[in-house]
């Protein structure tokens, strides 16, 4: 077992749950099929509750073009989140709306290091 497996998560989690605020992540899931064949499925949207924060990117980031400059940083405590999250997913912090344009973690799968775009 390496020092990165398992409870090195659970720690960083306990360490960060006083600094971080209520996060919902939400993504369009697919319900049921299209009415006809050719249709695409039918979807709906499905909340998940977890915790986090926003936080800048570095003035580097941006000025090599790897995030652009209304981008927000946010951190995602892995082990509040019940999914995974992916491309496309809607953010909603401290009352704000983002569309999750980039997906990072740490190496212990404690935090979520996302990309948030307006």
Do not use: K
Not at 39 to 55: E, H, K, S
């Amino acid at each position: 077992m390496g020092l990165l497996d398992g409870g090195l998560a659970s720690d960083i989690a306990a360490a960060l749950g006083d600094v971080a605020i209520d996060v919902t992540l939400t993504r369009e899931e697919e319900i049921g099929p299209g009415p006809n064949p050719w249709d695409p499925p039918i979807t709906a949207p499905v909340d998940y509750q977890c915790l986090g924060w926003l936080d800048a990117f570095d003035a580097s980031w941006i000025a090599q073009g790897l995030v652009q400059e209304s981008d927000v940083r946010v951190i995602i405590i892995a082990t509040s989140l019940a999914t995974t999250p992916v491309l496309g997913d809607a953010l909603t912090v401290g009352g704000q709306t983002f569309l999750i344009a980039g997906v990072r973690h740490d190496p212990a799968l404690a935090t979520w290091d996302l990309v948030g775009r307006a």
